[in-house]
């Protein structure tokens, strides 16, 4: 069984920031790509920024500049940290991440998302 949980979001006036983190835990071979993911009402889910597990980043074109992606591979953890955050920043974060299981099987993951709320 692998768990994602997600903490950190919260409520922000605009122009403040945020770190979020996602802790994977389980029975976990080694994890590939991990990512951010958010969903703001009403709209679908977008990707927010990835990491590689050699640490090469992506980034949506909505956060260049103002969020910056991190992991660290021998916690299995994942961070985003948001500054300069705008109320069109406000949604609910998830976590994924791509896994090898320890019985070789392969698996995308999911945390329960964590809520970021933005105020002008």
């Known amino acids: 069984q692998v768990q994602l949980v997600e903490s950190g979001g919260g409520l922000v006036q605009a122009g403040g920031s945020l770190r979020l983190s996602c802790a994977a835990s389980?029975?976990?071979?080694?994890?590939?790509?991990m990512g951010w993911y958010r969903q703001a009402p009403g709209k679908q889910r977008e990707l927010a920024a990835s990491?590689?597990?050699?640490?090469?980043?992506n980034y949506a074109d909505s956060v260049k500049g103002r969020f910056t992606i991190s992991r660290d591979n021998a916690k299995n953890t994942m961070y985003l940290e948001m500054d300069s955050l705008q109320p069109e920043d406000t949604a609910v974060y998830y976590c994924?991440?791509?896994?090898?299981?320890?019985?070789?099987?392969?698996?995308?993951?999911w945390g329960q998302g964590t809520q970021v709320t933005v105020s002008s």
């Open positions: 389980g029975s976990i071979l080694s994890i590939v790509t």
């Open positions: 990491i590689s597990s050699g640490g090469s980043t």
């Open positions: 994924n991440a791509q896994i090898y299981l320890s019985d070789l099987r392969w698996s995308s993951r």
